[in-house]
């Protein structure tokens, strides 16, 4: 390993430096101010703590393992390049993240020549076959709170995940589900509400 | 809107979700600004919801994380080199900070060590200051009774049952407060103590009990009050004394 500038550890082919202590653990405010200063040791760390939960929602949409990998890389590599977007008074920086996530994998799909039909016709699947999605669940990290989540009635579940990981649109939600559109944030606000009583 | 009804819309769960439409998402962030419990509100929905996808979570393939560090490089040269240029003076700012610590740390052992030793010696000394201050007490007061023009000494003398013992008594004549400088006579055995007596119209009058503080040495102190007297008497009692002498006694001495 060359040294640049006499002292700073700088691999001359990769600029990024990987490894940092897995015992170390952040705030979101330390983090978030790592992040705003370019710290690759923030970013490694924020992909080891994250990159699996943003994989998860890429393939709800995603079943080509290449794609979803390629959406998974260019999502971080938005997330680092525009940090300096991310504004702390709207939000956690993990719903920025996801909506990152999220929409870059619609906009994905839908330039691969996936018409939302498809994509909807896709999840219909998923949703009224409700068994299937189960299995797929298998592949999941299993957590504590996955027990939990069986608590949550179908519904609940239905509507939490179709915004949530299908990036759905009220309207969508509201057809999908066939509840007046009025009706979509209530149902949300009750769904969510139950989800947080299982925390 | 009234943040309760924001609250209870189920707007803040739309957002948190995605599923807010961009006017919306305005809404929700000029809401947060205004109110704390509305953003308060926002942010537990936030972590329900990062839990509820941490539960989803599904592993990227293995080897993802190095491509994409790797296929960040080299875009990111705008970055790297800001980073190589910034690097020199966090360095040195580092190394200084790092030099600083270690002369402050050698400082502060140096200084550590001084300040115990100089505490310890300040200790000793205000010990031996208190001591001496006690001792310079006493010897004035000690003093001030023999330099009274009022004092009168009266030297009681050995009897025979203790030729060499010796006491002094220093009469206040105008209070008729007595002192007895006792410093002349044996130790008094252990559960023995003297005691004083003035001879009144030929009887004894008890005038008290003669006491050491140290065990060691007897030094000059007050005794009960006489009026009038012809003559002082030391004997040795029993521990606590008697309202008549009963025990051997040491010295006497007229007036």
Redesign the interface.
């Known amino acids: 390993m060359k040294e ?5 550890i ?1 691999h001359p ?4 430096i ?1 490894p940092l202590p897995s015992n170390v653990k952040y705030s979101e405010e330390e983090l978030v101010a790592l992040l705003r200063e ?1 710290d ?1 040791g923030a970013f ?1 760390y924020l ?2 703590n994250y ?7 890429i ?2 949409m995603v079943t080509e ?1 290449q794609l979803a ?1 390629d959406i ?2 260019e999502a ?2 938005k997330i ?2 525009n940090f300096a977007q991310y ?1 702390n ?4 920086l ?2 920025w993240m ?2 990152i996530t ?1 929409n870059l994998t619609i906009d994905t799909l839908r330039s691969k020549g996936f018409k939302k039909q498809q994509k909807i016709s896709q999840d219909e699947n998923s949703v009224s076959g409700y068994g299937d999605r189960s299995m797929s ?1 298998e ?3 299993s ?1 504590g ?2 027990k939990q ?1 069986q608590y949550l009635k179908p519904d609940q579940r239905i509507i ?1 995940d179709l ?3 299908n ?4 309207d969508e ?1 509201s057809k999908e589900m066939s509840i007046p559109l009025g009706t ?6 009750s ?2 509400m139950e ?2 009583k299982l ?1 | 809107m009234e943040k309760e009804e924001i609250i209870s819309s189920g707007i803040l769960e739309l957002y948190a979700a995605g599923a807010a439409s961009p006017e919306e998402a305005a809404q929700v962030a000029g809401w947060c600004a205004q109110y704390p419990e509305v953003a308060a509100e926002l942010l537990s929905i936030e972590k329900a919801m990062e839990a509820y996808a941490m539960a989803h979570a599904v592993s990227p393939r293995a080897g993802t994380k190095e491509k994409l560090i790797a296929s960040l490089n080299i875009p990111a040269d705008q970055q790297s080199s800001k980073i190589v240029k910034m690097a020199p003076r966090f360095n040195m700012a580092a190394a200084a900070a790092v030099v600083l610590l270690i002369v402050s740390a050698v400082f502060n052992y140096i200084y550590y060590n001084k300040y115990n030793a100089l505490e310890a010696q300040n200790k000793a000394q205000s010990q031996q200051l208190a001591q001496l201050n006690n001792h310079m007490t006493d010897m004035s007061r000690d003093m001030n009774l023999v330099r009274s023009k009022y004092s009168l000494p009266v030297s009681l003398n050995g009897l025979k049952d203790a030729p060499d013992a010796a006491a002094k008594i220093f009469w206040m004549k105008n209070t008729g407060e007595v002192y007895v400088d006792p410093g002349n006579l044996p130790m008094a055995p252990k559960g023995m103590q003297y005691q004083l007596w003035g001879m009144v119209d030929g009887k004894p009058v008890d005038g008290g009990l003669i006491t050491s503080k140290d065990g060691k040495t007897y030094s000059i102190q007050k005794m009960k009050t006489f009026g009038r007297a012809q003559a002082f008497a030391i004997t040795l009692e029993t521990e606590g004394g008697h309202p008549q002498p009963k025990g051997t006694m040491y010295v006497m001495g007229n007036i």
Not at chain 1, 4 to 8: E, I, L, P
Not at chain 1, 51 to 57: D, F, I, S, T
Request: proline share 1%.
């Open positions: 640049k500038s006499g002292c700073r700088l082919d990769s600029k990024f990987l370019q690759q490694s992909y080891d990159a699996a939960a943003l994989n998860g929602v393939t709800r393992p990998e998974l890389q971080f590599i680092w390049n504004d008074t709207k939000g956690r993990f719903t996801i909506n999220r669940a592949r999941f990290d957590i709170l996955k989540l939490i915004a949530y990981f990036g759905y649109t009220q939600i979509v944030k209530t149902r949300m606000r769904a969510i989800l947080r925390l």
